[in-house]
């Protein structure tokens, strides 16, 4: 979890650790808020949230019990954390449950009285659910045809002072291509625009191209055709000439990765808006796509901070990026004090 809280830019966690590949939590903060832990379990985080100028609030992360079995549990649990506190609360995780039977797509209608079980352990801790913007399920099995399942298994849910303290908290279903849960985005404010500074871009050689089939081709051809005077002129024009042509290729062959990720994400955002289920082959095809560009950030963000020491796959862009911007940083501080004398 270390490498991924660095990668978000947080400076503080609390983890539960998993069993084996199953389970684990985990809930990280920056240093503008204080964050005071009560307890935690495989299924819960319930902290105290303690923010500058504004009153205390609580929040759980949860996670229910999926065996239908143990799902009792999850609302013993839920009620077992109300009791413990009069503050402000919001609720967000995997329920694992559905509230209503239009909250599932596919195979069998769900049985009345889970649903009923799930309401009652809300209307007894006295949680709202504050709805969402997006696509209605969450989660769906990844199964074909008559198998396939979709269920808005997670949420948000919040008490009502906790809603009076963030009127206008919104709450957000976002599409991945990498996991078959959707994540939540809550935001309780209006963003603020960003401008990003323009900078000059400097060409180098990528190590992502070298997995394309077509660089090697680029790259003998533009050696063969050059042919100056000279035997350091003719190195020197060569490899001019070969960065040119493999800049020039670079940007036919993988374009501006940043925009085709935005573009390909607001594709799948629509074909799943349209339904899952009708536009499976699509968006597995579309999934496969942008995670190939997530690889291709990686690499470039990978060789610029010089962390080797990290798999590719492990989706570190930011971190990677965070590394390289404080070598750039370390660099132009050292050759500022050897201009000095120091």
Known sequence: MEPIKTELGFTSMLAVPS??????????WKTDMKIDTQTYSPHHIDVQVLIPSTQPWRLTGLYGYSEEQLKPETWRLMKHLYNRSTLPWLCVGDYNEILV????????????????????????????????HGYRYTWRNGREGEDFIEERLDRVC??????????????????????????ILITTSPQNAQHNRRRQKIHRFE??????????????????????????????????????????????AFGNTRTRLIEKQQVLEELVAQGYESNRERINILR?????????????????????????GDKNTRFFHQRASQRKKK????????????
Not at 162 to 181: G, I, N, R
């Open 19 to 28: 069993n084996g590949r199953r389970g684990g939590l985990a809930m990280l």
């Open 101 to 132: 039977s239009e909250e599932k797509n596919g195979r069998h209608p769900k049985p009345l009285p889970p649903m009923l079980a799930f309401r009652n352990t809300l209307l007894a801790c006295g949680l709202i659910d504050l709805g969402y």
């Open 158 to 183: 919040a008490s009502l002072d906790w809603s009076e303290l963030y009127p206008t908290a919104k709450v957000h279903h976002l599409t991945v291509s990498y996991s078959d849960h959707d994540p």
């Open 207 to 252: 190590e992502k191209w070298v997995a394309h089939p077509e660089c090697e081709k680029v790259i003998r051809d533009s050696w063969t055709q050059t042919q100056p005077l000279g035997p350091m002129n003719c190195l020197f024009e060569k490899i001019k000439a070969c960065r040119a042509h493999l800049v020039a290729w670079s940007i036919t």
């Open 288 to 312: 496969r796509e942008i995670n190939e560009l997530i690889h291709h950030e990686e690499v470039y963000w990978r060789q610029r901070s010089r962390s080797i020491w990290l798999p590719a």
């Open 331 to 342: 660099n132009t501080i050292e050759g500022l004090h050897d201009k000095d004398g120091v």
